[in-house]
């Protein structure tokens, strides 16, 4: 899926409404339909008992907003709807005025006066906000943040930009649960602003498909469809060797947990043979936990100093748990020199921190390895930024001059791919904040490396299946018991989940 911005989704709304022979007003009542549906699912019967207040500005967010009051008004709801007075509202905004008879006029220098709770609906600016608000929104916006029950805007919380850097100053709703229309706006997934967006839908309005696809831009958001197309169908008469053969290397004394956490995770990914490469510490925990994995047991006794590396591996997953002692770097450094050009690798944890701090190594990173880090290894390894926009821009230079993708790890884990496309994730969620979680990703992708999905492909299934795990892990274990080996035992039923359905049994 894409991700848009306010002047794209203008032109494809002006689209739609040619294609589709259908006025601008029939779009936005399907936008309000759509909205009010959303609200209906996730409150609930509890709609019905809470007061509902609406406050709407002249635009077309406020048109929805007008229409949302009208619709919730019809069936019944307990709704209020405030209309901020204005010379000149847009043409959608002022039928839907009319349409809705009974509202509530108030300017920016009203005390506004609010329900002590309820349901609040932000609809005052949309995606036509065009440069952050100036003072005179305080107020009004101090008001709406200051509401004593859930508030959740339509569109984007008023205040926020789609996809420009704002002034940490300026007003801005803090919304609770954002329902956006046909595609992400990139600010509602930056964590710079992860204080005014608690979440968000996206409500597929039914814009022109064609238009959507041609609309330019180097940010995606990777969703269900967009991955479940490249999940590859077993044959019948596929063996272990048609899986490939992955190697994992890690593990040092009191962290062999991570490379137990990754070979279960790569096993149950799909590749055909597990080895792992541990030091001589390892050996007994590795064969008593992962029976079906091979072990290849390293000189060094309790890290890593050897690498020995001397297997027909299809893909290596390094650094997990893997310390960065002196011989470990010596082995590191004398393993990266050795690798040949087309190796699939992926690097995580100390495997990062050594690069960071022995840049010199660099330019020994076959093309397409995929470096995984967290935003402090990611500092380690491309140096300080100032804002979000900053850190994607550098993280952009990095994966061109190193021809590397650097998968950054987080909530809407963010792929960044040499050419500069960038793709969030939409699964996954705060359960997944212990430690254990990110060795688990890197067993199940360098299982789909070793399987023979192409590197780009490979990072984009693996964070969107170990988010979906969690998602799946949330429902029986909730975020805060949820660990990484709930993960694991998850992957079955994530790779269920997005396989296609057949219509054979
Ligand atoms: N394709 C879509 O996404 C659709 C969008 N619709 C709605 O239309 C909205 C966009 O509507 P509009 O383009 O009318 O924009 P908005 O309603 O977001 O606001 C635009 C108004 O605010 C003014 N404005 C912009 N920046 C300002 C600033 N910094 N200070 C003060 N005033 C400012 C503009 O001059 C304009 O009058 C979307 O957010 C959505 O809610 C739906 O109605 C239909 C389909
Ligand atoms: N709030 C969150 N929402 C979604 N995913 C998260 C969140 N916090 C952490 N994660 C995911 O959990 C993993 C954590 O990995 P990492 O930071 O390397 O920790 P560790 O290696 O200790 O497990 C990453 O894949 C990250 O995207
Ligand atoms: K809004």
């Given at each position: 899926m894409k991700i848009l911005n306010g002047a794209q989704l203008q032109l494809i709304d002006q689209l739609t409404i040619q294609r589709q022979g259908i006025s601008s007003w029939e779009l936005m009542e399907r936008a309000a339909l759509k909205a009010v549906e959303a609200m209906e699912s996730d409150f609930g019967e509890g709609l019905q008992e809470l007061p509902i207040v609406i406050i709407c500005g002249k635009g077309n967010n406020g048109g929805d907003g007008l229409a949302i009051g009208r619709i919730?008004?019809?069936?019944?709801?307990?709704?209020?709807?405030?209309?901020?007075?204005?010379?000149?509202?847009?043409?959608?905004?002022?039928?839907?005025?009319?349409?809705?008879?009974a509202k509530e006029m108030f300017t920016l220098d009203d005390d506004l006066k609010l329900p002590a709770s309820g349901l609040l609906i932000d609809c005052l600016f949309g995606s036509g906000l065009h440069s952050e608000l100036g003072i005179s929104w305080v107020n009004i916006i101090r008001r709406?943040?200051?509401?004593?029950?859930?508030?959740?805007?339509?569109?984007?919380?008023?205040?926020?930009?789609?996809?420009?850097?704002?002034?940490?100053?300026?007003?801005?709703?803090?919304?609770?649960?954002v329902y956006t229309f046909q595609v992400p706006k990139l600010n509602l997934l930056l964590p710079a602003y992860g204080y005014a967006v608690g979440g968000f839908t996206v409500l597929d309005i039914g814009l022109d498909t064609q238009a959507l696809d041609e609309a330019e831009g180097a940010y995606h958001y990777t969703v269900?469809?967009?991955?479940?197309?490249l999940l590859r169908p077993r044959s019948r008469f596929s063996h272990k060797g048609t899986f490939?053969?992955?190697?994992?290397?890690?593990?040092?004394?009191?962290?062999?947990?991570?490379?137990?956490?990754?070979?279960?995770?790569?096993l149950r990914s799909g590749c055909g043979l597990l080895t792992a490469v541990v030091p001589q510490i390892g050996h007994p925990i590795l064969q008593s936990t992962v029976p079906e994995a091979m072990l290849s047991v390293d000189s060094g006794k309790l890290q890593l100093e050897e690498f020995s590396n001397n297997g027909n591996f299809q893909a290596f997953g390094v650094g997990i748990g893997m310390g960065k002692g002196e011989s470990?770097?010596?082995?590191?450094?004398?393993?990266?020199?050795?690798?040949?050009?087309q190796a699939r690798i992926?690097?995580?944890?100390?495997?990062?921190?050594?690069?960071?701090?022995?840049?010199?190594?660099?330019?020994?990173?076959?093309?397409?390895?995929?470096?995984?880090?967290?935003?402090?290894?990611?500092?380690?390894?491309?140096g300080e930024w100032s804002d979000d926009y900053e850190k994607i821009e550098m993280a952009k230079t990095f994966a061109?001059?190193?021809g590397v993708i650097l998968l950054i790890k987080g909530a809407h884990t963010a792929i960044i791919d040499e050419d500069g496309s960038c793709y969030f994730n939409s699964t996954g969620n705060p359960g997944m904040a212990t430690g254990g979680s990110g060795d688990v990703l890197t067993g199940i992708i360098c299982s789909l490396l070793a399987q023979g999905y192409v590197p780009l492909e490979a990072a984009k299934l693996g964070v969107f299946i170990h988010g979906l795990t969690a998602d799946l892990a949330k429902e029986k274990f909730g975020e805060i018991s949820m660990l990484p080996t709930?993960?694991?035992?998850?992957?079955p039923m994530a790779f269920e989940k997005l396989k296609p359905r057949s219509y054979l049994a």
């Open positions: 919730l008004g019809e069936q019944g709801y307990n709704v209020e709807v405030k209309l901020l007075h204005s010379e000149n509202y847009s043409p959608d905004n002022l039928i839907n005025q009319q349409k809705l008879g709406i943040n200051g509401f004593g029950g859930p508030v959740v805007s339509i569109d984007m919380p008023s205040g926020l930009l789609t996809d420009r850097l704002i002034d940490s100053g300026a007003p801005m709703v803090h919304a609770d649960k269900a469809e967009d991955v479940a197309g490939g053969h992955a190697c994992l290397i890690g593990g040092s004394e009191g962290k062999m947990g991570a490379v137990v956490m990754s070979a279960r995770a790569s470990t770097v010596r082995g590191f450094s004398k393993w990266m020199q050795d690798l040949k050009s992926i690097l995580d944890a100390d495997a990062l921190n050594i690069l960071s701090e022995h840049a010199d190594l660099l330019k020994f990173l076959p093309r397409q390895t995929i470096l995984t880090p967290h935003p402090k290894e990611l500092q380690r390894l491309i061109r001059a190193h709930d993960l694991i035992d998850f992957l």
